[in-house]
């Protein structure tokens, strides 16, 4: 069974850093996909970014150059850099795996193509 345990939430203020892991067992396939959602209070759940197996990484705009994405294979371990923290960035952050081909093809990172999900990690940035 599929489990991604997120970790390194927490509260900050704008303008400070975070960096979430997310620590995945018992996947028996080779991900297509890795990708970090947020939700926030009354809000559908979105996604921020997402990194295929190639290691090419996608961004929603605005995070660009501010959150980084990244993986370790060895560890088998998800990491979210999260710089230059705004408020409009508090939310409950979700990793999820894929082994679907249509979260590197379709525009966009989509919560639907994902099946394996984690509990999230709470992130409040104060202003």
């Known amino acids: 069974q599929v489990q991604l345990v997120e970790s390194g939430g927490g509260s900050v203020q704008a303008g400070g850093s975070l960096r979430l892991s997310c620590a995945a067992s018992?996947?028996?396939?080779?991900?297509?996909?890795m990708g970090w959602f947020r939700q926030a209070p009354g809000k559908e759940r979105e996604g921020v970014t997402s990194?295929?197996?190639?290691?090419?990484?996608r961004y929603i705009d605005s995070v660009k150059g501010r959150f980084t994405i990244s993986q370790d294979n060895a560890k088998n371990t998800l990491y979210l850099q999260m710089n230059s923290l705004k408020p409009e960035d508090t939310a409950r952050y979700y990793c999820?795996?894929?082994?679907?081909?249509?979260?590197?093809?379709?525009?966009?990172?989509?919560?639907?193509?994902?099946?394996?999900w984690g509990q999230g990690t709470q992130v409040t940035v104060s202003s």
């Open positions: 990194i295929d197996r190639h290691e090419t990484p």
């Open positions: 018992g996947l028996t396939y080779s991900p297509a996909c």
């Open positions: 999820a795996a894929t082994r679907d081909i249509r979260c590197s093809i379709e525009s966009g990172i989509r919560p639907r193509v994902f099946g394996s």
